[in-house]
């Protein structure tokens, strides 16, 4: 099972910006979609973005705009640049590794993002 490691977190003012990274233990396939996932204090995880091999991307509505998902195949690492950065958007991001919609990857401890003045 695929393992993700993600970094880049913290605490940033609203109107800031972050980079967030995550390494893939392996190779990832180019049927495999890569994504980012949060979870906020007391809500359930909810899908951020999704970026293909060939780099097609999708967004949640309250992101899109604002946040930017890329991806590096040679590092096994994809990437997500949050912009403009409001205080709905704490919560602990996490990536993982999707084939034909569903989540095939261990579940790594993410990266803690709050957004406080």
């Known amino acids: 099972q695929v393992k993700l490691v993600e970094s880049g977190g913290g605490l940033v003012q609203p109107g800031g910006s972050l980079r967030l990274s995550c390494t893939a233990s392996r190779n990832i396939f180019n049927s495999e979609v890569m994504a980012w996932y949060r979870q906020a204090p007391g809500k359930q995880r909810e899908l951020v973005a999704t970026i293909t091999n060939a780099g097609s991307t999708t967004y949640a509505d309250s992101v899109k705009d604002r946040f930017t998902i890329s991806r590096d195949n040679a590092k096994n690492t994809v990437n997500l640049k949050m912009n403009r950065l409001q205080p709905e958007d704490t919560a602990v991001y996490y990536c993982?590794?999707?084939?034909?919609?569903?989540?095939?990857?261990?579940w790594g401890q993410g990266t803690q993002v709050t957004v406080s003045s």
């Open positions: 993982n590794v999707r084939l034909y919609g569903m989540v095939i990857g261990a």
